[in-house]
């Protein structure tokens, strides 16, 4: 199995606050990703990272921001949460150029 | 219109048949083939690893590419219950390009084997 951990794995919040979505990995891969996952949509990639300091935005325009300071860690924080935030938040990572992703069990997210 | 189809289902089938996953898409550039299976409440799994066309088989799964019909699909013989779960069908581009890592998802068939 894949060593990828997201915490929590659920959220409840009310909007307007600001949360922190943790996503870490034990396999010393040097590229992750967040994706968006809702009830009969693709995943949606909204972050991705080749390495400690380089993020990129994916495909789905997101309000949160991540960054990699370790390689084993890729937080996604959303400053101000809003209903429209309501999602499953999936991390992954890859070993290498055209490796398969891990996936981490997610993050469901309700805002109140 | 979506770069990859495939059918939502749900798909019911009775323990110990064969089974028939598919997804289409548009663009032809696209090299290597994915599935992958996600259990409620939990991420996606890699099942299948696949590049370009043709079969490759593992224990009851195996995927098929038809490029030239941009068409794969995914059997699974001899159901059994622990199958049920939503079959996400993936790809991406050739290793060669800067945009490699992306995968473009299928929405998922959700699959319902019964006893």
Redesign the interface.
Known sequence: ??D?Y?TPRYLVIGTGKKITLECSQTMGHD?M?WYQQDP????H?IH?S?GVNSTEK??LSSESTVSRIRTEHFPLTLESARPSHTSQY?C?S?AG??????????T?LTVT | Q?E?EQD?GPLSVPEGAIVSLNCTYSNSAFQ?F?W?RQYS??????LM?TYSSGNKEDGRFTAQVDKSSKYISLFIRDSQPSDSATY?C?M?LG?NTGT?????????TRLQVTL
Request: aromatic share 14%; hydrophobic share 35%.
């Open positions: 199995e894949a990828i997201q590229k990703y009969g949509m693709e995943l990639l991705y080749y994916g495909d999936l992954a890859s150029q055209g490796t398969p992703l891990h996936f981490g069990n997610g469901r | 979506k990859v939502p290597y994915m992958y409440r939990k991420g996606p799994e890699l690893y996400l993936a991406r290793i490699a890592s992306k995968l473009t998802f299928g929405t998922g």
